[in-house]
Protein backbone atom coordinates (compact mmCIF):
# COMPACT_ATOMS: atom_id res chain seq x y z
CA UNK A 1 0.00 0.00 0.00
CA UNK A 2 1.31 3.26 -0.76
CA UNK A 3 2.26 5.64 2.42
CA UNK A 4 0.60 8.89 3.36
CA UNK A 5 0.94 11.57 0.92
CA UNK A 6 1.48 15.22 1.46
CA UNK A 7 0.93 17.95 -1.38
CA UNK A 8 3.12 20.26 -1.70
CA UNK A 9 6.68 19.49 -0.34
CA UNK A 10 7.71 23.02 -0.33
CA UNK A 11 5.84 26.09 0.02
CA UNK A 12 7.40 29.70 0.27
CA UNK A 13 4.48 32.42 0.72
CA UNK A 14 4.21 35.95 1.91
CA UNK A 15 2.74 37.55 5.18
CA UNK A 16 -0.60 37.56 4.52
CA UNK A 17 -1.40 35.32 2.50
CA UNK A 18 -3.21 32.10 2.30
CA UNK A 19 -2.31 28.72 1.56
CA UNK A 20 -3.81 25.22 1.20
CA UNK A 21 -2.14 21.65 1.86
CA UNK A 22 -3.24 18.64 1.63
CA UNK A 23 -3.15 15.20 2.86
CA UNK A 24 -3.53 11.56 1.01
CA UNK A 25 -4.19 9.19 3.76
CA UNK A 26 -3.24 5.20 3.42
CA UNK A 27 -6.24 3.83 1.68
CA UNK A 28 -8.74 2.50 4.17
CA UNK A 29 -7.42 4.85 6.52
CA UNK A 30 -10.61 6.95 7.81
CA UNK A 31 -8.35 9.27 10.60
CA UNK A 32 -6.42 12.27 9.66
CA UNK A 33 -4.65 14.03 12.36
CA UNK A 34 -2.43 17.29 11.36
CA UNK A 35 0.68 18.66 13.18
CA UNK A 36 2.88 21.78 13.31
CA UNK A 37 6.36 21.43 13.98
CA UNK A 38 8.84 24.22 14.52
CA UNK A 39 12.55 24.35 15.92
CA UNK A 40 10.96 26.44 19.44
CA UNK A 41 7.65 25.12 19.82
CA UNK A 42 8.56 21.31 18.63
CA UNK A 43 5.60 19.16 17.66
CA UNK A 44 1.99 20.63 18.46
CA UNK A 45 -1.44 18.81 17.73
CA UNK A 46 -3.80 20.93 15.30
CA UNK A 47 -6.58 18.95 14.75
CA UNK A 48 -8.33 15.05 13.94
CA UNK A 49 -10.51 14.27 11.49
CA UNK A 50 -13.00 11.16 10.77
CA UNK A 51 -15.56 10.45 8.66
CA UNK A 52 -15.03 14.10 7.79
CA UNK A 53 -15.85 15.53 10.86
CA UNK A 54 -13.27 17.24 13.11
CA UNK A 55 -12.98 14.90 16.37
CA UNK A 56 -10.44 16.93 18.28
CA UNK A 57 -8.58 20.28 17.76
CA UNK A 58 -5.73 21.54 18.76
CA UNK A 59 -5.21 24.90 20.79
CA UNK A 60 -4.21 27.08 17.74
CA UNK A 61 -5.92 30.33 16.36
CA UNK A 62 -9.13 29.97 14.16
CA UNK A 63 -6.67 31.25 11.20
CA UNK A 64 -6.00 27.48 10.88
CA UNK A 65 -8.64 25.23 9.44
CA UNK A 66 -9.16 22.02 8.52
CA UNK A 67 -11.47 19.31 6.81
CA UNK A 68 -11.83 16.03 5.13
CA UNK A 69 -13.49 14.57 1.78
CA UNK A 70 -15.60 11.93 1.71
CA UNK A 71 -12.45 9.79 0.03
CA UNK A 72 -10.85 10.59 3.63
CA UNK A 73 -8.43 12.96 1.80
CA UNK A 74 -7.69 16.04 4.08
CA UNK A 75 -6.87 19.63 3.76
CA UNK A 76 -5.55 22.10 6.13
CA UNK A 77 -5.57 25.86 5.60
CA UNK A 78 -4.19 29.21 6.79
CA UNK A 79 -5.40 32.28 6.32
CA UNK A 80 -3.50 35.62 7.08
CA UNK A 81 -0.08 33.82 7.47
CA UNK A 82 2.27 35.05 9.73
CA UNK A 83 5.94 35.09 10.08
CA UNK A 84 5.69 32.28 12.58
CA UNK A 85 3.77 30.05 10.78
CA UNK A 86 6.91 28.93 9.17
CA UNK A 87 6.71 24.99 10.44
CA UNK A 88 7.21 21.41 8.80
CA UNK A 89 3.42 20.30 8.60
CA UNK A 90 3.15 16.86 9.27
CA UNK A 91 -0.18 14.70 8.34
CA UNK A 92 -0.75 11.37 10.01
CA UNK A 93 -3.44 8.64 9.51
CA UNK A 94 -4.57 6.22 11.79
CA UNK A 95 -6.36 2.87 10.25
CA UNK A 96 -8.35 2.54 13.92
CA UNK A 97 -11.64 4.57 14.43
CA UNK A 98 -9.80 5.54 17.88
CA UNK A 99 -8.11 7.94 15.38
CA UNK A 100 -5.34 9.35 18.12
CA UNK A 101 -5.50 5.92 20.07
CA UNK A 102 -4.13 4.27 16.95
CA UNK A 103 -0.88 3.73 15.73
CA UNK A 104 -0.18 6.69 13.06
CA UNK A 105 0.94 6.37 10.15
CA UNK A 106 2.95 10.01 9.18
CA UNK A 107 3.45 11.46 5.87
CA UNK A 108 6.52 13.44 4.52
CA UNK A 109 5.74 16.94 5.62
CA UNK A 110 5.22 19.94 3.71
CA UNK A 111 8.01 22.73 4.59
CA UNK A 112 6.30 25.84 4.73
CA UNK A 113 8.06 29.25 4.48
CA UNK A 114 6.37 32.44 5.19
CA UNK A 115 8.48 35.72 4.16
CA UNK B 1 6.24 22.37 33.53
CA UNK B 2 5.69 20.49 30.14
CA UNK B 3 2.99 17.88 30.21
CA UNK B 4 5.41 15.97 29.11
CA UNK B 5 8.72 15.26 29.95
CA UNK B 6 11.19 13.31 28.13
CA UNK B 7 14.92 12.95 29.58
CA UNK B 8 17.64 13.20 28.27
CA UNK B 9 17.45 15.99 25.90
CA UNK B 10 20.94 14.55 24.35
CA UNK B 11 21.91 11.77 24.58
CA UNK B 12 25.56 9.69 23.13
CA UNK B 13 26.31 6.57 22.92
CA UNK B 14 28.91 3.76 21.75
CA UNK B 15 27.65 1.16 19.36
CA UNK B 16 26.40 -2.01 21.38
CA UNK B 17 25.49 -0.21 24.32
CA UNK B 18 21.88 -0.25 25.94
CA UNK B 19 19.94 2.84 25.97
CA UNK B 20 17.11 4.34 27.94
CA UNK B 21 15.06 7.18 27.35
CA UNK B 22 12.29 8.44 29.90
CA UNK B 23 9.57 9.92 29.34
CA UNK B 24 7.24 11.22 32.13
CA UNK B 25 3.70 12.72 31.84
CA UNK B 26 1.09 14.74 34.06
CA UNK B 27 -1.94 14.44 32.48
CA UNK B 28 -4.22 11.77 32.11
CA UNK B 29 -4.04 9.62 29.11
CA UNK B 30 -5.74 6.92 26.76
CA UNK B 31 -2.44 5.84 24.77
CA UNK B 32 1.12 7.26 25.05
CA UNK B 33 3.14 7.15 21.74
CA UNK B 34 6.94 6.51 20.96
CA UNK B 35 8.21 7.98 17.69
CA UNK B 36 11.18 8.06 15.66
CA UNK B 37 12.01 11.36 13.61
CA UNK B 38 15.19 10.93 10.85
CA UNK B 39 17.08 13.86 9.68
CA UNK B 40 15.37 15.56 6.81
CA UNK B 41 12.17 15.34 8.78
CA UNK B 42 10.07 11.78 8.34
CA UNK B 43 8.47 10.50 11.65
CA UNK B 44 8.10 6.69 12.07
CA UNK B 45 6.23 5.46 14.70
CA UNK B 46 7.24 2.81 17.08
CA UNK B 47 5.05 1.32 19.46
CA UNK B 48 1.78 2.68 20.91
CA UNK B 49 1.31 1.73 24.68
CA UNK B 50 -1.91 1.92 26.90
CA UNK B 51 -0.48 -0.20 29.24
CA UNK B 52 2.57 -2.78 29.85
CA UNK B 53 5.66 -3.52 28.04
CA UNK B 54 6.05 -4.14 24.01
CA UNK B 55 8.95 -5.13 22.17
CA UNK B 56 9.89 -4.99 18.76
CA UNK B 57 13.23 -6.17 17.66
CA UNK B 58 15.86 -4.48 19.66
CA UNK B 59 13.25 -1.84 21.24
CA UNK B 60 10.96 -2.59 24.41
CA UNK B 61 8.63 0.14 25.54
CA UNK B 62 7.03 0.15 29.21
CA UNK B 63 4.33 2.15 30.64
CA UNK B 64 3.24 2.58 34.29
CA UNK B 65 -0.30 4.23 34.46
CA UNK B 66 0.28 4.66 38.34
CA UNK B 67 3.56 6.53 37.94
CA UNK B 68 2.86 8.12 34.79
CA UNK B 69 6.31 7.25 33.54
CA UNK B 70 6.79 5.49 30.44
CA UNK B 71 11.00 3.99 29.07
CA UNK B 72 11.82 3.36 25.64
CA UNK B 73 14.97 0.60 25.66
CA UNK B 74 17.35 0.18 22.71
CA UNK B 75 19.76 -3.25 23.21
CA UNK B 76 22.61 -3.08 21.35
CA UNK B 77 22.70 0.20 19.44
CA UNK B 78 23.71 0.32 16.32
CA UNK B 79 24.49 3.65 13.92
CA UNK B 80 21.31 4.05 12.57
CA UNK B 81 19.40 4.27 15.46
CA UNK B 82 20.63 7.72 15.79
CA UNK B 83 17.41 10.14 15.69
CA UNK B 84 15.03 11.79 17.42
CA UNK B 85 12.75 9.78 19.76
CA UNK B 86 9.76 11.54 20.66
CA UNK B 87 7.44 10.66 23.14
CA UNK B 88 3.52 11.63 22.57
CA UNK B 89 0.91 10.91 24.73
CA UNK B 90 -3.14 10.93 23.26
CA UNK B 91 -6.12 11.64 25.20
CA UNK B 92 -8.19 13.98 23.15
CA UNK B 93 -5.63 15.71 21.57
CA UNK B 94 -1.88 14.49 21.49
CA UNK B 95 0.74 16.35 23.53
CA UNK B 96 4.12 15.82 22.89
CA UNK B 97 7.78 15.54 24.70
CA UNK B 98 10.58 17.81 23.04
CA UNK B 99 12.47 14.13 22.07
CA UNK B 100 15.69 12.81 23.11
CA UNK B 101 18.36 13.64 20.47
CA UNK B 102 20.20 9.96 20.26
CA UNK B 103 23.45 9.66 18.60
CA UNK B 104 25.52 6.05 18.42
CA UNK B 105 29.21 6.42 17.36
CA UNK B 106 30.93 3.35 15.72
Known amino acids: KAGVTQTPRYLIKTRGQQVTLSCSPISGHRSVSWYQQTPGQGLQFLFEYFSETQRNKGNFPGRFSGRQFSNSRSEMNVSTLELGDSALYLCASSLESGGLLGTQYFGPGTRLLVL | KNEVEQSPQNLTAQEGEFITINCSYS?????LHWLQQHPGGGIVSLFMLSSGKKKHGRLIATINIQEKHSSLHITASHPRDSAVYIC????????FGAGTRLTVKP
Open chain 2, 27 to 31: VGISA
Open chain 2, 88 to 95: AVSSGDMR
